[in-house]
């Protein structure tokens, strides 16, 4: 029974510990990252079961290491936040990569804040770009709008253009 509660206790602590709680260290990869985020963050994801068929609810949030946090969802169910990530779609265009590779589209969840956003000023961004490279590098880009669509005359939808004004931060980290 004692071992049962000291391995209770442990996990606990594991939790509830700064940087704790199975989240993954990023470290800055460059002098900007540093000075705009700080040297080191976490980032925790989960996921809740979505309905039969569908995708799961996931959320991400990314830790400071002075205790703030900033919440946000995965784009993965409106029709626009899809076509958003499409390997060289418009979020991949956005955050220079202009090869295969697919960016994850996160919106702010305001409500799983804490604290005040250390990214992108005051407000925080709308939305965030991730690209998790397979070498360990993680390239993270704010966004202070949406990125919006148009019907064309023939039907299809396509991405209105993006003014690099609206990017509010372009941070580079690798796996720490």
Same mark, same amino acid.
């Given at each position: 029974m004692r071992i049962l509660a000291f391995a209770l206790c442990l996990a606990a602590a594991a939790c509830a510990a700064p940087g704790g709680g199975g989240g993954v260290p990023l470290v800055a990869a460059d002098a900007?990252?540093?000075?705009?985020? +700080?040297?080191?963050? %976490?980032?925790?994801?989960?996921?809740? =079961? +979505?309905?039969? =068929? =569908? %995708?799961?609810l996931v959320l991400m949030s990314l830790r400071h290491a002075d205790g703030r946090s900033m919440g946000f969802e995965q784009g993965n169910h409106a029709p626009h936040h899809i076509m958003a990530q499409a390997p060289g779609g418009p979020?991949?265009?956005i955050m220079g990569l202009f090869g295969e590779e697919a960016p994850t589209l996160y919106t702010m969840r305001a409500s799983d804040n804490? +604290? #005040?956003? /250390? $990214? &992108?000023g005051s407000d925080g961004p709308v939305a $965030? =770009?991730?690209?998790? #490279?397979p070498d360990g590098s993680v390239q993270l880009v704010g966004l202070r709008q949406a990125i919006q669509f148009e019907t064309r005359p023939d039907g299809a939808e396509?991405?209105?253009?993006?003014?690099? %004004?609206?990017? &509010? #931060?372009?941070?580079? /980290?690798?796996? +720490?």
């Open positions: 900007a990252t540093a000075l705009i985020a +700080g040297e080191r963050m %976490d980032m925790v994801r989960r996921s809740s =079961g +979505g309905a039969p =068929g =569908g %995708d799961p979020l991949a265009q804490n +604290g #005040a956003p /250390f $990214i &992108c $965030i =770009g991730l690209y998790e #490279a396509e991405a209105l253009p993006y003014s690099p %004004d609206m990017v &509010c #931060a372009r941070l580079r /980290f690798r796996r +720490g």
